[in-house]
């Protein structure tokens, strides 16, 4: 079960592969970018793809090893409440 997936690391997977910028003024490849297809509390199986990253054959590897690292995996899912609260 997905237990929390942490968004900074995706979008450092996004920048690794060109869809982002590191400093200003760098160019934005518009091709790229990651697809989660898994997120908190929904069951995987072993092999199973979590998230799909689309490239033009740059940064490939460094957005892999990001994701791995985004992905909290466990037995039961405990995600975030929808509403904080109410006011």
């Known amino acids: 079960v997905v237990q929390g997936v942490d968004a900074a690391k ?39 793809a979590l998230a799909l990253v689309y490239h033009r054959r740059r940064g490939l590897e460094e957005a892999l090893g990001h994701l791995r690292e985004a992905y909290a995996l466990g037995e039961e899912a405990h995600p975030a409440p929808l509403v904080l609260e109410a006011i």
């Open 10 to 48: 995706v979008g450092r997977a996004g920048r690794a592969v060109g869809g982002g910028r590191g400093r200003r003024g760098e160019p934005i490849e518009h091709g790229v970018g990651v697809y989660l297809l898994k997120k908190p509390g929904d069951r995987v199986e072993r092999g199973e």
